[in-house]
């Protein structure tokens, strides 16, 4: 079986201007929901192989709470950051594993989960959890943007 997981970062704290978008954390709101949606996924039962993050700041913290729940390391992989839809897929079906949770950013993370969810995802809020899974170890079938079910979970 082949799963995909899809997570917006959580909120990030917009702050001083100063700061460059790269850098922002996540705030009050987003630091509550990452480790509450985090172990909901890992109560979930989904068996992952691979926690892949963005770089930024706020999806690399909200990545961490996944893989501290999940028993997994977290992947940095800077392509993630503003990635389109397509790079994320690709960049989780290169891993050569079942399993892959992805963090990162709009509207990369919208376009993609509206495309493998045919079009039931309208939007992934920030801290949206979005799981995928295939009847296949063949990451084929999921790049495809066919999926044979859909399980979507938001907060």
Not at 13 to 37: E, F, I
Not at 124 to 153: G, I
């Amino acid at each position: 079986m082949t799963t995909l997981v899809l997570v917006r970062h959580a909120k990030s704290d917009w702050g001083s201007p100063q700061l460059a978008d790269h850098d922002r954390p996540l705030n009050a709101r987003g630091m509550r929901d990452a480790p509450v949606q985090a172990r909901r996924l890992a109560e979930s039962g989904v068996r992952l192989d691979a926690v892949l993050s963005s770089t930024a700041l706020r999806a690399r913290t909200t990545a961490s709470f996944f893989g501290a729940a999940l028993g997994l390391d977290v992947e940095l992989d800077p392509e993630l950051y503003g990635a389109p839809a397509g790079l994320l897929l690709e960049s989780a079906a290169a891993r050569g594993v079942d399993g892959v949770l992805v963090v990162a950013h709009d509207p990369g993370m919208t376009i993609l989960a509206d495309r493998l969810s045919d079009g039931a995802i309208g939007r992934m809020p920030t801290c949206a959890v979005a799981t995928f899974r295939w009847d296949t170890d063949d990451w084929a079938v999921a790049t495809s943007l066919t999926p044979d079910a859909a399980t979507v979970a938001l907060p």
